[in-house]
């Protein structure tokens, strides 16, 4: 067996590894620049501030800090829960609704932890349809601010059926 000494040309080999790096990069790049969706930096940029003011927002979750001053109350869950049962009857007196049926619950003494504790209530009665927007106006303008978790409504013909289930949230001052 014999070797043969035929001189290498270095040149060749050079530009044959030169244009494989370039396919090879023509290969993985060109597919992912035509794929690129018009105004794309402009998507990344959004999405970027988006996730720099929720890593900005607070981290724990019940963090007053992440509500307005009217929205939490500074006081005991019982005096809320007392407050709150007050606020609603007076909204639906004002809109003409006479004994709607509330139910408030308070949290445990357990539950109460000096971050934000929920005051859950329900509400429900029988009246015309201007009067429960009437009394529903009332209450969107109450302090603290009533959050809605469910809300029912069901026509009667010439009256609604109403059935609101909420909170408001208590940070009580440090004692």
Known sequence: MTLSSR?????????????????????????????????????????????????????????????????????PTTRAADSLKDQLTRAAAAAGIAGPRIAISPPDAMEVSGRLTPVLFTLETTARYDSILQMMKLMAQSRPQIFADTLDLRSQTSTVAFKLSGRILCSPPAV
Not at 16 to 28: C, E, H, K, S, T
Not at 38 to 47: E, P, S
Request: aromatic share 6%; hydrophobic share 50%; net charge negative.
């Open 7 to 75: 001189p290498v040309n270095v040149n060749g080999v050079l530009i044959a590894v030169v244009l494989a790096i370039v396919g090879a990069w023509a290969g993985f790049a060109l597919p992912g620049a035509l794929a690129r969706p018009d105004h794309f930096k402009a998507r990344v940029q959004a999405i970027e501030a988006t996730a720099a003011r929720i890593e900005g927002a607070p981290r724990e979750s019940g963090d007053p800090s992440a509500y307005g001053l009217q929205a939490v109350c500074l006081e």
